[in-house]
């Protein structure tokens, strides 16, 4: 049976009255109100679920960035450098292709060993000294003093067994050991003749008592010589020797004495060689290039529950300021924070180039002082190779670009300012101005958040203070020179854990200061620290700069 197909409702006729109508076009227009609110609220929806789709994906890739980096500080090498399989893969692959290309010559081959020591001594003494393998010569050790044991026949072994007769000396052979003959105490009696006049005393005048000189000490009626507390300073401050360790190996020779004492003794050297500090940090002022940067450095605050971090401790910060190669001192600066207070007040005459990484504190100083900032080239390259796991192909070529720049400093290390310059022109600058476009657009092309975008985003923000370098012949491509010497306070901290106090702190910035800079001229601190705490009592301000680290080295023997 044949149905008839339905009528359409679209075809169904519309009424006649006009309030009929009226309510149709009403009711026709709400549902198309809300098909349109609909699909509005589905593209919001789909809008958030992509917004939030980006954020999970850029937080994922920050947290992967981050747990690479804590696995690196805690487990992997400090180089930055880039790790990528690809990346090795393809070194290996080049590598291969152009030792394969290479045809073998007779020059190519590896001299002797015989051959090789004389060359590489005389390019360079120590590292012909750090590839030597064997046994070494211990007759070449010209700076220990020698003891000399001979070791002879008696009188029976020196008959031959054979015939009766006396043998006779027709040689000997020599072989060499170094022993260790462990530090000892001293006790030096000062006896200070006293005089009268007896002549004077009997006609009843005074007896014009006269008492001998003693030599000033470096602690009036101290009982510690300059030897000792040089001792104490270079174990505490260039060795990193925490005083209760030295209080032990004291008493394992001998001398009990408590570490509190130790601590009272570095404190009264950092008062006596306070003008000496003084005198650095004048001259370090004087650079055209001032290097700085900052650690934290914990102090004990038992009444300060508010303010103290985890175990009861400030986190007040250890500073460096490292002098250019015409005032070549390092001093460190002890504050209470990380506020710009600490370096305004430093650094409140200084007037030239501040070479520093990206710390906000500075900005003011700079702006304030008309101050030339300098960036670090090491901390832009550490953001690239920390989002490497992101976006490797960014990384991969950031990081070459950043090669390069570096390969052109190894070019330069030997010139002198104005050739420095003339090489960073022509072959850095326009490196630079490449690198910049490209990192514009990486911007572009990468979310707001993204951890690669953040590595180029702290490039283009420091873009100016990075580009110092390029102007300035005498200004480092890098910071690593500060960095170096905060290792060494890290190493303190690690041992030390914290300061006592805020004089404990300033104690710790002085003698540092005095220990880094005699690392830094290659000085023995504890001959130093000895001459300097048993002359310095007695040296008139005139006279101080003969005992700055590097003027003093100048008048010592070339073993010094």
């Known amino acids: 049976m044949n149905r008839a197909p339905a009528a359409d409702a679209d075809d169904a006729p519309l009424p006649d009255d006009v309030a009929a109508l009226k309510a149709v076009v009403a009711t026709l227009t709400r549902e198309r109100d809300q098909a349109s609110r609909q699909r509005d609220e589905a593209s919001r929806q789909l809008a958030e679920a992509a917004r939030q789709r980006d954020e999970l994906t850029v937080q994922k890739l920050r947290l992967e960035v981050e747990l690479l980096r804590l696995k690196k500080l805690y487990y992997g090498p400090r180089a930055d450098r880039l790790r990528t399989p690809a990346e090795l893969a393809q070194m290996l692959l080049d590598f291969a292709t152009g030792l394969e290309r290479r045809p073998v010559n007779g020059e190519d081959l590896p001299p002797s060993p015989q051959q090789a020591a004389p060359a590489a001594a005389d390019a360079d003494p120590k590292a012909a000294r750090r590839a030597r393998k064997g046994r070494r010569n211990l007759a070449d050790f010209d700076r220990l003093p020698v003891t000399r044991h001979v070791h002879d026949l008696s009188d029976e072994q020196k008959v031959c067994p054979c015939c009766g007769n006396g043998r006779v000396r027709i040689g000997e052979e020599s072989s060499w050991q170094v022993e260790y003959v462990p530090g000892h105490f001293e006790r030096i009696e000062h006896v200070q003749v006293k005089y009268a006049c007896r002549h004077c005393e009997a006609d009843a005048d005074a007896p014009q008592i006269v008492l001998a000189d003693k030599p000033a000490q470096p602690i009036d009626k101290g009982m510690a010589g300059p030897g000792l507390l ?303 705490l048993t002359n310095l009592p007695a040296t008139p301000m005139s006279q101080l700069d003969q005992w700055l680290p590097d003027a003093w080295k100048q008048t010592q023997p070339a073993t010094a």
């Open 230 to 532: 040089a001792y104490v300073v270079t174990s505490k401050f260039a060795d990193y020797l925490p005083l209760y360790r030295l209080q032990s190996i004291f008493e394992r020779n001998g001398l009990e004495i408590d570490r509190s004492t130790l601590c009272v003794w570095c404190g009264d050297v950092a008062d006596l060689v306070r003008p000496l500090y003084q005198r650095m940090i004048d001259r370090v002022l004087a650079s055209h290039v001032v290097a700085t940067d900052d650690t934290v450095m914990p102090m004990l605050a038992p009444g300060k529950a508010k303010q103290a971090e985890r175990r009861g401790t400030l986190r007040s910060r250890m500073w460096v300021y490292v002098g250019d190669e015409a005032n070549p001192y390092n001093i460190f600066d002890f504050t209470l924070g990380r506020s710009r207070d600490g370096p305004a007040a430093f650094l409140k005459d200084y007037k030239q180039t501040l070479l520093a990484d990206a710390y906000g504190g500075y900005d003011g100083i700079v702006v304030g002082n008309a101050i030339t900032r300098a960036g670090c080239w090491a901390h832009a390259r550490r953001k690239f190779v920390d989002a490497e796991k992101v976006h490797p192909q960014i990384a991969a070529e950031a990081v070459g670009i950043i090669k390069r720049l570096y390969a052109t400093e190894e070019q330069a290390r030997a010139m002198d300012a104005p050739a420095r310059l003339d090489l960073r022109q022509r072959e850095s600058a326009p490196l630079l101005a490449d690198f910049r476009d490209k990192l514009l657009g990486w911007r572009e092309q990468l979310l707001p958040k993204h951890p690669m975008r953040e590595a180029v985003q702290y490039a283009l923000n420091q873009w100016d203070a990075l580009g110092v370098f390029a102007a300035d012949g005498c200004v480092p491509i890098d910071n690593n020179v500060s960095e170096r010497e905060m290792k060494r306070v890290v190493l303190n901290r690690k041992n030390s854990l914290f300061v006592g106090n805020e004089r404990g702190g300033r104690t710790a910035a002085i003698l540092s200061s005095l220990t880094s800079t005699c690392r830094r001229h290659a000085i023995d601190p504890q001959r130093y620290l000895t001459q300097l």
